[in-house]
């Protein structure tokens, strides 16, 4: 019963869990206001948690996923089809010594990995992952999740760029050269799937696909986006950041130890945060008959990763202008087209 | 007050995707390439005079040192440059030999080239399809002679080893697969639209310009000028095999791509024709100045083993005069420039490596590129340091 | 050149690529483990030089004719006149795997094994001399 209550009720589930702990702070005298804060608390760690865990998880998937398309095994070692191997980097990565070249700006450099993690994460909090779960179901969820992202793209140009590296300022810029065209299309493409939905509240977006999800109802804009995304997750085609075969390591070039690997999960995060979004936007988020939603959103997510992933092994990398042209003629009429299309339709 | 200015940067020898030590001096205003020297040296051994001190036989297994992917070319073009010199030919089992093992290597070479070239542009995934197929000539090459990479396998007169059992069998079955694999590769890279619009374009270089740098090769034919040594002066039994020469139009990265695709299925063909036509008969030319005596004979055999010593101590010994030969190596006309003055020591060789004469262009096709298509026009020339720094 | 919208009909070749990647993706593996899985080599292959100390004959043809004089020879009279080899090594990390060496030995006392895994801690580990030079060289760190 109450297994079957977290599976397929779990908003009321959660509301359950938090009316045990209201009563019992009511009994010992304590604020109520205390008890959201730990409630809160709760909340950030099994979400920092999860996030850690299907991070972990995709950089094992994103090398296995590499090496059997690449026709070879991948990791295989550690552990059974080498699935602890991302346990070995970390330990790797704590034990490397965090280097700085002479002449980098320290705050900057020190701070950037850790605010590009924190601005992918953001994204998860206005991510309904199951009815009712969703951390903060603001109602411009949409708009705050770009905000997000944007963000994060930012502190990709702030670590290049004090990181007194030739390379990596290079890499940086092209960050957010990047960032700031494709933002435009991939607004525009999720703008349609609001104007179809009638809002920018993430929840309301995966309610009003109950029928039909919005890849059927939108399909140029899905594929708009998802180009878009790519983009701006620095990733597949479009990997011009880091780029190692022109840039040595783009803006990693200089970063070392634990800092390189805040900015390596932080770049899964950024992936796993855009394939959730791509299945709350277009998928239907946690929407599908039989299986419950919370695993729903899961197996939607993670298929989502893996067709990031299986672009990201298959096409070689744009050139810079070609990207910034591709996007301006090509992605921002698109989605233009697309948006106006939509309004006609809506209106008629 | 905002000045600009322009960024000087090293591009390599340490960087990712130099095809080796080389370094690229490069003069950057923003994305822009201003200027571009190409500094080598960092691989120079010293093979020019190394060969000074060495017999015509022992400088053999150092050719395999120039061009390390394709070392049965070079192994080839050397041989035959020491037999023009010496005035003689090889039988014409080993001449069959020598072409079906030379033209698999020339494929091995496109495969590399293809696959470094893919990685360069970030396509990884062809890197691996094209490693695995080169896999299968390794063996083969390893089943023939021992060895895969540096081969050593043909001597002057001939070859050393005849080809084993099952080798024909085995070279056929590879025959058989590599047709599809190659449209695999077309059907991930060549209509690819990225793929595509990073190449085409990109490093021109125009016939004219081509001749006038000395450019030889895929590089030359991709600018449109039909020169290839297999069909201009033939050499062993080019000239009884059916193979045409493919030839771009416009010079630019994507026809140097194409050229060498389509390259690959055109020495297919040679090797299917030679392995249809294989002769038997003797690998070794039977002449008792340059052949060395059977084994077998020595314990009742004197007078053979007096020549083995002979021959091994004191070498064959070409007539005065000089020679020059180039030969169609994958990456361009390999030459080897030999003077003898009458011992069994070259007096002087000159190689004329491709890929240093084809470097010379850099300067003037990168001038005006972007940062990533220096990468691009660097893996489209195909270079190999071992042969540039020699 | 760069892409612009007349370019659509470009998808179709993505989507091939795709398709190839996924083809290869439910492929069988080509690789193969190695220090627990190994590949033969072929018969002939040339791996780490032999010397067989009955069969030869002190010439001194092979330290001759080396290009790169990996083979050291030092010879002796014996007593009844015939040369006998009082010292013979081979710097197997010199050696170049050429092949010369057993071409020319006039009496087969040179041959290749298949032992190719010859790395080792120390310069002088990859020495081999007198009675190291026949049998199995000895397990390292990486076999």
């Known amino acids: 019963m109450w297994l079957y209550q977290f599976f397929y009720q779990p908003g009321e589930w959660a509301r359950g869990i938090y009316q045990v702990m209201e009563n019992w702070a009511v009994r010992i005298g304590m604020g109520i206001q205390w008890i959201q804060l730990i409630d809160m608390i709760i909340v950030a760690i099994i979400l920092i948690a999860f996030i850690f865990l299907d991070v972990m998880f995709l950089t094992w998937l994103e090398r296995k996923v590499a090496g059997h398309i690449q026709v070879r095994h991948g990791p295989m070692r550690t552990g059974p089809h080498g699935i602890i191997q991302p346990v070995a980097d970390a330990i790797k990565l704590l034990f490397k010594e965090p280097m700085a070249l002479p002449g980098v700006d320290n705050l900057i450099y020190l701070i950037s990995p850790l605010m590009m993690f924190v601005g992918a994460m953001l994204i998860y909090i206005v991510i309904p992952f199951s009815p009712g779960w969703v951390v903060a179901p603001m109602d411009y969820g949409l708009l705050f999740a770009f905000a997000a992202s944007g963000l994060s793209s930012f502190f990709v140009m702030a670590g290049g760029w004090s990181s007194n590296n030739k390379w990596s300022l290079l890499g940086g810029m092209r960050a957010a050269a990047m960032t700031l065209s494709y933002e435009v299309p991939l607004i525009l493409a999720a703008i349609g799937v609001a104007l179809v939905s009638g809002g920018l509240s993430l929840v309301g977006i995966v309610e009003s696909q109950a029928g039909m999800w919005n890849i059927i109802r939108q399909p140029l804009a899905a594929v708009l986006f998802l180009v878009a995304s790519l983009a701006e997750m620095n990733r597949g085609p479009f990997d011009l950041a880091e780029a190692e075969q022109e840039l040595v390591a783009g803006y990693l070039t200089e970063y070392s130890g634990m800092r390189f690997a805040m900015y390596y999960l932080g770049e899964y995060t950024h992936l796993l945060a855009g394939a959730a979004l791509f299945t709350t936007l277009f998928l239907g988020g946690w929407q599908g008959p039989l299986l419950p939603p919370i695993l729903w959103f899961l197996i939607k997510i993670h298929v989502m990763v893996f067709v990031y992933m299986w672009i990201r092994w298959t096409y070689p990398r744009i050139r810079i202008d070609h990207l910034m042209a591709f996007n301006w003629k090509f992605v921002l009429p698109l989605a233009l087209i697309n948006l106006g299309v939509t309004g006609l339709v809506l209106v008629l | ?390 | 050149m760069a892409l612009g919208l007349r370019d659509v009909a470009l998808v179709v070749e993505l989507l091939r690529g795709l398709g190839v990647t996924l083809r290869h993706l439910f492929k069988p593996t080509v690789t193969i483990h190695y220090p627990t899985e190994r590949r033969e080599v072929y018969e002939r292959y040339r791996g780490l030089v032999r010397w067989d100390k009955e069969k030869c004959a002190a010439c001194a043809l092979c330290a001759r004719f080396c290009p790169v004089k990996a083979i050291t020879i030092q010879t002796d009279d014996g007593e009844d006149g015939k040369k006998t080899v009082k010292y013979y090594q081979i710097d197997a990390a010199h050696c170049m795997y050429c092949g010369l060496c057993s071409e020319i030995c006039p009496v087969g006392a040179l041959s290749h094994s298949p032992y190719h895994e010859l790395a080792a801690y120390r310069r002088e580990d990859t020495i081999y001399a007198q009675e190291r030079l026949s049998g199995a060289p000895p397990i390292t760190m990486y076999r």
């Open chain 2, 1 to 390: 007050m905002q000045t600009t200015h322009e960024m000087v940067v090293n591009l390599g020898p340490q960087h990712p995707s130099t095809h080796g030590v080389m370094k690229l001096e490069v003069v950057m205003d923003g994305e822009y390439i201003v200027d571009c020297k190409p500094v080598i040296g960092q691989l120079h051994r010293g093979m020019e005079k190394m060969a000074e001190g060495m017999l015509y036989g022992q400088f053999i297994p150092i050719t395999d040192r120039l061009d390390y992917l394709s070392p049965a070319c070079n192994n080839l073009s050397y041989c035959l440059a020491v037999e023009k010199l010496l005035g003689i030919e090889a039988p014409e089992r080993g001449k069959y030999i020598r072409v079906i093992i030379a033209e698999m290597q020339r494929i091995a070479n496109h495969l590399v080239a293809l696959g470094s070239w893919g990685l360069d542009l970030g396509a990884w995934t062809i890197l691996l399809y094209t490693f695995r197929d080169r896999e299968m000539l390794l063996d083969l090459f390893e089943m023939f002679c021992g060895q895969r990479m540096t081969l050593n396998c043909f001597r002057v007169g001939g070859t050393t080893y005849d080809l084993p059992d099952g080798f024909v069998e085995k070279a056929r079955e590879f025959l058989e697969v590599i047709p599809s694999r190659i449209n695999d590769y077309e059907a991930l890279l060549t209509k690819n639209p990225i793929w595509m619009t990073r190449l085409r374009d990109v490093g021109v270089v125009s016939a004219e310009d081509a001749l006038a740098y000395g450019l030889t090769g895929p590089n030359l034919r991709a600018s449109g000028v039909k020169w290839d040594l297999r069909k201009v002066y033939p050499y062993e039994v080019y000239d009884r095999m059916q193979f045409d020469v493919p030839v771009g139009s416009r010079g630019d990265c994507l026809d140097r791509y194409y050229v060498r695709i389509q390259e690959m299925r055109q020495s297919c063909r040679i090797v299917q024709q030679a392995l249809d036509q294989l002769p038997p008969g003797d690998i070794m030319v039977d002449m008792p100045t340059i052949a060395l005596p059977n084994k077998e004979e020595f314990p009742n055999n004197f007078p053979e083993v007096v020549r083995h010593f002979h021959l091994l101590v004191q070498g064959y010994a070409p007539p005065e005069g000089e020679v020059y030969l180039g030969y169609e190596n994958p990456k361009g006309e390999l030459g080897f420039y030999l003077v003898s003055d009458g011992s069994g020591y070259p007096y002087r060789l000159k190689i004329r490596s491709p890929s240093f004469i084809n470097m010379q262009i850099f300067p003037k096709i990168m001038r005006g590129a972007m940062l990533a298509d220096v990468i691009a026009i660097l893996a489209s020339f195909d270079p190999v340091l071992g042969e540039i720094d020699r």
